[in-house]
């Protein structure tokens, strides 16, 4: 069964930084691109940024661009989302997902991990 | 990155049908066949209904479908059911080589 867990969120400070981790199970991690797409409370989706397979192509957000870095770890199966500089409009659920096929679909989630930036 | 744009909400009778719309610019949506929805029932976790604008992935009801002109892509949702109500998310592969979402549309089921 695939399985995607996200880890580390919580409460943080406006300023800070928090690493989220997403441990995945039942398929060949490396072989899939990888997401973090999050969503505000009571608000929509908004997508965060992508890693292709070996790490060697990623993009972001502009909105959070040069905050935010992707990474993974194919040997350890997980990926990564660090976040520094952390505003209050961060605040959301962050969600984990595997790529189908070149970004045309995202056809797996974790359950999702909530980061508050609050003083 | 502008989010794509989603009628905030649509509403139909259950065994009829509804359609919603979303739309993008030639640098998403018109420039790429890589329309994806997505179906998310509050605390649960967003399920992939269609890709490549008019592809359902295995175990998705037929009774979803896709469809695209120019820059506005739309799904169809037939014979409504009581547990089709939910948001409804589109998203596109752009220009820039990153993904937007639209901004979400909710289906009543009356």
């Known amino acids: 069964e695939v399985q995607l867990v996200e880890s580390g969120g919580g409460l943080v400070q406006p300023g800070g930084s928090l690493r989220l981790s997403c441990a995945v199970s039942?398929?060949?991690?490396?072989?899939?691109?990888m997401h973090w797409v999050r969503q505000v409370p009571g608000k929509g989706l908004e997508w965060v940024s992508r890693?292709?397979?070996?790490?060697?192509?990623?993009t972001y957000a502009d909105s959070v661009k040069g905050r935010f870095t992707i990474s993974r770890d194919n040997v350890k199966g997980t990926l990564y989302l660090q976040m520094s500089s952390l505003r209050a409009e961060d605040t959301a659920v962050y969600y984990c997902?595997?790529?189908?096929?070149?970004?045309?679909?995202?056809?797996?989630w974790g359950q999702g991990t909530l980061v508050t930036v609050s003083s | 990155q502008s989010a794509l744009t989603q009628p905030a909400s649509v509403s139909g009778s259950p065994g009829q049908s509804i359609t919603m719309s979303c739309t993008g610019t030639?640098?998403?949506?018109?420039?790429?066949?890589?329309v994806s929805w997505y179906q998310h029932h509050p605390g649960k976790v967003p399920k992939l209904m269609i890709y490549?604008?008019?592809i359902r992935p295995s175990g998705v009801s037929n009774r979803f479908s896709g469809s695209k002109s120019g820059n506005t892509a739309s799904l169809t949702v037939s014979g409504l059911q009581a547990e089709d109500e939910a948001d409804y998310y589109c998203?596109?592969?752009?220009?820039?080589?990153?993904?937007?979402f639209g901004g979400g549309t909710k289906l009543t089921v009356l």
């Open positions: 997902a595997r790529d189908l096929i070149s970004s045309r679909g995202l056809d797996k």
């Open positions: 030639s640098g998403d949506v018109g420039g790429y066949n890589f």
């Open positions: 490549d604008v008019t």
């Open positions: 890693i292709k397979t070996d790490g060697t192509q990623i």
């Open positions: 998203s596109s592969y752009t220009s820039y080589s990153t993904v937007v």
């Open positions: 039942g398929f060949t991690f490396s072989s899939y691109w």
